[in-house]
Nanobody, 123 residues
């Protein structure tokens, strides 16, 4: 059974930083593009960042561009999200997700999901 487990969430003041990590029990982790999504109360799940299978290609939502950085370590089956200059509007539950082969910004196109980790940014 495939599991994605996120960690690193918490509470931080505006302007602070957090680093989220996700480890996956995928035997062929390098076959999967990885993404980070978030969902705030009463809102739809939205794309935050994505990274291709090799780690050479990255994509970001406009709202996090130049503040967040996604990276992956295929040897460790891990994908991280470094979040800097956090804002109160970044408050949400953050999910990592895996999609076989190609990346996407569309949540329904992902094959596996973690259970999420809460990020709260206070003003």
């Amino acid at each position: 059974q495939v599991q994605l487990v996120e960690s690193g969430g918490g509470m931080v003041q505006a302007g602070g930083s957090l680093r989220l990590s996700c480890t996956a029990s995928l035997r062929t982790f390098s076959w999967y593009a990885m993404g980070w999504f978030r969902q705030a109360p009463g809102k739809e799940r939205e794309f935050v960042a994505g990274i291709n299978r090799s780690g050479s290609g990255r994509d970001y939502a406009d709202s996090v561009l130049e503040r967040f950085n996604i990276s992956r370590d295929n040897a460790q089956n891990a994908v991280d999200l470094q979040m800097n200059s956090l804002k109160p509007e970044d408050t949400a539950v953050y999910f990592c997700a895996a999609r076989r082969m190609l990346g996407s910004s569309v949540p329904r196109e992902y094959d596996y999901w973690g259970q999420g980790t809460q990020v709260t940014v206070s003003s």
